[in-house]
Nanobody
Framework: QVQLVESGGGLVQPGGSLRLSCAASGSIRSINTMGWYRQVPGKQRESIATITSSGSTNYEESVKGRFTISRDNAKNTVYLQMNSLKPEDTAVYYC????????????????WGQGTQVTVSS
């Protein structure tokens, strides 16, 4: 089995910073693209940043220049450094990873973390 466990959410003032982490564990052969998503009540979950296994990144327009996604392949972990946070960044943040399992037959599927709340408020 595979698990993604997120950490690092919380309450921060506008203009502040937070760093989210998401560690994958379990029966993992390799991890392809990893990403961060967020969702607010009543809206669809949106992709905000992704990173491939080779380190290529992509960002949603509203977070470009403020958020940085990175990964440590040795630790099967993806990070999201969030700077210059705004009240509109308030949401539940989820990580996702496309994982190749160790078991046979071969499986390749997306896994999701449980979500972590980020609240930006004074």
């Amino acid at each position: 089995q595979v698990q993604l466990v997120e950490s690092g959410g919380g309450l921060v003032q506008p203009g502040g910073s937070l760093r989210l982490s998401c560690a994958a564990s379990g029966s993992i052969r390799s991890i392809n693209t990893m990403g961060w998503y967020r969702q607010v009540p009543g809206k669809q979950r949106e992709s905000i940043a992704t990173i491939t296994s080779s380190g290529s990144t992509n960002y949603e327009e509203s977070v470009k220049g403020r958020f940085t996604i990175s990964r440590d392949n040795a630790k099967n972990t993806v990070y999201l450094q969030m700077n210059s946070l705004k009240p509109e960044d308030t949401a539940v943040y989820y990580c996702s990873a496309n994982i190749v399992g160790r078991s046979w037959p071969l499986s390749i599927r997306d896994y999701w973390g449980q979500g972590t709340q980020v609240t930006v408020s004074s």
